[in-house]
């Protein structure tokens, strides 16, 4: 299946997006898209053009992306939140989605993921099945035979939103999240999936797990999975 | 790595007991949330700020955090270390009080404890002990702090426990000659946690918005299932439901993950307010209804489980005052000392 965002050039009505402000530290845009993948490319574009133009030496920090959302931080004195919310809002009058856009990579790292499912590393496997009202088999076949997109990082340390899961395996969370989920653990919840980078509690529902480390901060980056990375699971014999 | 030039690393401290919960936390981790990695760092950027000013440190070097009780550290060698932060009753055993804004030299063997704080204070939560030079534990992702949610930073990535080994990065050179006190006028400057929280209206309120204005309107009360990632907060009279708004008519459920910093307050679905704390996840789906200012944030970090909170709404210009005011207070703890 083809990826990229091929809506690009869309609608132009949503721009520039909203900004507002978070406190006195921090400005939040709010991005709009056609999709999920369309949103993830203007958010991290958004947030590459920022970061390259409101410099750390001037006070800014690092801008985070959010799933529709950029959130900018910024020191409180200088520039301060009025002068930082002008000055937002002047930036993204100079882009146009097209060009925002095409920051987001059209042809994709690919990371290839191998997992065991079910059983004990898969331990919410036959209960997601049975939600679903699906073969366990289906539910394995549906996971691993899409190419996902990584659309941000967020909720702990190197924790990879990649969507989009098929409609078919949407779920919520787990009505009582697990206390402790292993790191390596594959997880699926409403349209998304990733892999456990640390051993953390978890209310998403665990469907296997991988030898492949995500997250060591001796590594430089620490994450393995990046936004815009093509994700593939590969089942293991 | 981290010694300065005529300095020197030295083991001085060992972890009879890290009590509650010890870490070792500096200025903070920045520019890595995007990665999903927390800021962390003092809780109490001020009480940090005093430990290491007493000893000519950076305000932001790392230090010592100690929570509520149990901390016991011996000296394994002479060593000046100094107390920023709470009063947890702090003592060198068996009985000579050690109080926040004062160095003091340890003789070898001496036992410094944290022995819970004097009753009838106000909120008090964490304690900062500073040594020569900082801490010398490595630097992750350009920070010293302790990530205790993804278990790296800091020592080993964990709370400190019996058995540790701390070493200063200043070394016995650090050794001062006199121990140092804070002026009353810095102490008097100190923030006090009986002060109201100042907030500004989150992206999902307005100023008249209900659920700010409920925030806002009573008074709540920390819960006990709260720690550095977040404190969760219950109205401080229950039965008064009637007399304020609720937030509940926020809790629409979750929104798509945004970008989030310690001092967010979030409705969860059930109305509950939680304010994000130094180890907070860098994303959150609930909706954030206002914001601590940057200068309250040190106040955040000193409430305890069951210390009782207000809010009051402020102006992104007095916000930025009350900032300019806590930088010029630090840099007056720097200049003050006696």
Same mark, same amino acid.
């Given at each position: 299946?083809?990826?990229?965002?091929?809506?690009?050039?869309?609608?132009?009505?949503?721009?520039?997006?909203?900004?507002?402000p978070?406190?006195?530290?921090?400005?939040?845009?709010?991005?709009?898209?056609?999709?999920?993948?369309?949103?993830?490319?203007?958010?991290?574009?958004?947030?590459?053009?920022?970061?390259?133009?409101?410099?750390?030496?001037?006070?800014?920090?690092r801008?985070?992306?959010?799933?529709?959302?950029?959130?900018?931080?910024?020191?409180?004195?200088?520039?301060?939140?009025?002068?930082?919310?002008a000055?937002?809002?002047?930036v993204?009058?100079?882009?146009?989605?097209?060009?925002v856009e095409?920051?987001?990579?059209?042809?994709?790292?690919?990371?290839?993921?191998?997992?065991?499912?079910?059983?004990?590393?898969?331990?919410d496997?036959?209960?997601?099945?049975?939600?679903?009202?699906?073969?366990?088999?289906?539910?394995?076949?549906?996971?691993?035979?899409?190419?996902?997109?990584?659309?941000?990082?967020?909720?702990?340390a190197?924790?990879?939103?990649?969507?989009?899961?098929?409609?078919?395996?949407?779920?919520?969370?787990?009505?009582?999240?697990?206390t402790?989920?292993?790191?390596?653990?594959?997880?699926?919840?409403?349209?998304?999936?990733?892999?456990?980078?640390?051993?953390?509690p978890?209310?998403?529902?665990?469907?296997?797990?991988?030898?492949?480390?995500?997250?060591?901060?001796?590594?430089?980056?620490?994450?393995?999975?990046?936004?815009?990375?093509?994700?593939?699971?590969?089942?293991?014999? | 790595?981290?010694?300065?030039?005529?300095?020197?690393?030295?083991?001085?401290?060992?972890?009879l007991?890290?009590g509650?919960?010890?870490?070792?936390?500096?200025?903070?981790?920045?520019?890595?949330?995007?990665?999903?990695?927390?800021?962390?760092?003092?809780?109490?950027?001020?009480?940090?700020?005093?430990?290491?000013?007493?000893?000519?440190?950076?305000?932001?070097?790392?230090?010592?955090?100690?929570?509520?009780?149990?901390l016991?550290?011996?000296?394994?060698? @002479?060593?000046? #270390? !100094?107390?920023?932060?709470a009063?947890? $009753?702090?003592?060198? *055993? =068996?009985?000579? &009080?050690?109080?926040? +804004?004062?160095?003091?030299?340890?003789?070898?063997?001496?036992?410094?404890?944290v022995?819970?704080?004097?009753?009838?204070?106000?909120?008090?939560?964490?304690?900062?002990?500073?040594v020569?030079?900082?801490f010398?534990?490595?630097?992750?992702?350009?920070?010293?702090?302790?990530?205790?949610?993804?278990?790296?930073?800091?020592?080993?990535?964990?709370?400190?426990?019996?058995?540790?080994?701390?070493?200063?990065?200043?070394?016995?050179?650090?050794?001062?000659?006199?121990?140092r006190?804070?002026?009353?006028?810095?102490?008097?400057?100190?923030?006090?946690?009986?002060?109201?929280?100042?907030?500004?209206p989150?992206?999902?309120?307005?100023?008249?918005?209900?659920?700010?204005?409920?925030l806002?309107?009573? @008074?709540?009360? #920390? !819960?006990?299932?709260?720690?550095?990632? $977040?404190?969760r907060? *219950? =109205?401080?009279? &229950?039965?008064?439901? +009637?007399?304020?708004?609720?937030?509940?008519?926020?809790?629409?459920?979750?929104?798509?993950?945004?970008?989030?910093?310690?001092?967010?307050?979030?409705?969860?679905?059930?109305?509950?307010?939680?304010?994000?704390?130094?180890?907070?996840?860098?994303?959150?789906?609930?909706?954030?209804?206002?914001?601590?200012?940057?200068?309250?944030?040190?106040?955040?970090?000193?409430?305890?489980?069951?210390?009782e909170?207000?809010?009051?709404?402020?102006?992104?210009?007095?916000?930025?005052?009350?900032?300019?005011?806590?930088?010029?207070?630090?840099?007056?703890?720097?200049?003050?000392?006696?």
């Open positions: 299946m083809r990826d990229g965002p091929a809506d690009r050039g869309g609608p132009r009505a949503a721009w520039p997006p909203v900004v507002r978070f406190g006195d530290a921090a400005l939040l845009i709010e991005v709009e898209g056609e999709s999920a993948l369309q949103r993830a490319a203007r958010v991290h574009g958004i947030a590459d053009w920022i970061a390259d133009v409101c410099s750390a030496r001037d006070g800014w920090g801008p985070v992306p959010g799933a529709e959302t950029v959130l900018v931080p910024f020191d409180p004195v200088e520039p301060g939140l009025v002068a930082a919310a000055r937002i809002r002047d993204l009058e100079t882009m146009s989605p097209g060009e095409q920051l987001w990579p059209d042809q994709p790292r690919i990371v290839e993921v191998p997992v065991r499912y079910g059983g004990e590393a898969g331990p496997l036959d209960g997601v099945a049975a939600s679903l009202g699906l073969p366990a088999d289906d539910v394995v076949l549906l996971h691993a035979s899409r190419i996902y997109r990584v659309l941000f990082i967020g909720f702990m190197g924790f990879a939103y990649c969507g989009t899961l098929a409609a078919e395996l949407a779920l919520p969370r787990r009505a009582s999240p697990r402790r989920v292993d790191a390596g653990s594959i997880v699926i919840a409403g349209r998304m999936t990733s892999v456990m980078p640390v051993d953390a978890s209310g998403w529902h665990v469907i296997g797990h991988t030898s492949l480390s995500v997250w060591d901060p001796r590594r430089d980056p620490p994450g393995r999975l990046r936004p815009g990375d093509a994700v593939r699971f590969v089942p293991e014999a | 790595m981290s010694s300065q030039p005529g300095r020197e690393v030295r083991e001085v401290l060992e972890v007991d890290g509650l919960q010890a870490t070792i936390q500096d200025g903070g981790r920045r520019g890595h949330e995007a990665e999903g990695v927390p800021r962390s760092g003092a809780a109490d950027a001020v009480g940090l700020a005093v430990a290491n000013l007493l000893l000519g440190n950076r305000p932001d070097a790392a230090a010592l955090e100690a929570t509520i009780i149990g016991r550290v011996r000296a394994v060698v @002479p060593v000046d #270390v !100094a107390l920023g932060g009063d947890l $009753g702090a003592i060198v *055993e =068996p009985d000579t &009080p050690v109080r926040p +804004g004062t160095s003091i030299r340890l003789a070898a063997g001496h036992v410094l404890a022995s819970g704080r004097p009753d009838g204070d106000g909120p008090a939560c964490r304690a900062y002990l500073a020569p030079g900082g010398d534990v490595p630097v992750v992702l350009g920070s010293r702090s302790t990530c205790l949610p993804a278990g790296f930073g800091g020592l080993e990535g964990r709370a400190l426990r019996a058995g540790d080994r701390l070493r200063a990065a200043g070394g016995a050179a650090g050794l001062r000659t006199a121990p006190r804070l002026g009353s006028q810095a102490a008097a400057n100190l923030p006090s946690a009986a002060q109201r929280l100042r907030v500004l989150g992206p999902a309120s307005g100023e008249g918005d209900p659920a700010f204005a409920g806002v309107s009573r @008074p709540w009360v #920390v !819960a006990a299932a709260s720690d550095r990632r $977040g404190l907060l *219950e =109205p401080a009279d &229950p039965g008064a439901g +009637g007399h304020g708004p609720s937030l509940a008519p926020l809790a629409a459920g979750e929104l798509p993950s945004l970008g989030v910093l310690p001092g967010a307050i979030q409705v969860t679905p059930s109305g509950q307010p939680l304010v994000l704390m130094p180890d907070s996840g860098t994303t959150g789906g609930y909706p954030v209804v206002a914001v601590v200012i940057q200068a309250d944030l040190p106040l955040l970090g000193q409430l305890d489980p069951g210390a909170v207000r809010f009051r709404a402020t102006t992104a210009d007095d916000a930025r005052a009350a900032a300019i005011e806590r930088r010029a207070l630090i840099a007056s703890i720097g200049s003050g000392l006696s």
